[in-house]
């Protein structure tokens, strides 16, 4: 007889997750699927929109990403005009880029992942209880996310006007 088991929902993902594992009478697993349902429905929003529109309108699609999906939308401009963008235009996207790579980052290891991590290398040997950390631990991972997170939003200032949803680099004419 085969069994089947839900693990849901998956959390720390964008949209909703969920795992199914099918197990064969041996107990062990014959199938195993991963599904993430995330629908938004931009892209039928984005239908019929003037393509320049699109770095300014998509980069809202994400508060946590979105110089990725403006600098996307600003690629797929340069592609339909034809241009191949100068060569320190195309290094300041990916500087952009980098920082916003870099902004996220800290959010997600510093303040969203770390914590369970940290907790459990804390963890006495043989022992299954928790020590979470101090306030002093606690303050120093935050000062240190906080600076890379505001290093990180001064570059996309820089070059993008605005440290988010940057109205700049548009696709090139």
Partial sequence: MTRKIEIEPIT?????????????????????????V?????????????????PLFICRACGICP?????????AGDAILGVQIPPTAKKLRELMH??????????????????????????????????????????AGGQRRYAAQVRAKQIIEMLGEKRVHPPSPYPVE
């Fill in 38 to 54: 995330e629908f938004r429905g931009l892209e039928k929003v984005c239908e019929g929109r003037l393509f320049w529109e699109m």
């Fill in 98 to 139: 980098m920082a916003q790579y870099l902004q996220s980052h800290a959010l997600h290891f510093f303040h969203l992942a770390s914590p369970e991590p940290a907790a459990r290398l804390r963890c006495r040997s043989g022992k299954a209880k928790r020590r979470w950390p101090d306030r002093r631990e606690a303050r």
């Fill in 67 to 75: 110089v990725s999906h403006h600098l996307a939308a600003a690629k």
């Fill in 12 to 36: 720390r993902i964008e949209g909703h997750g969920k795992v199914t594992l099918h197990l064969g009478d041996d107990g062990r697993v014959s199938e195993a699927r991963f599904n993430v």
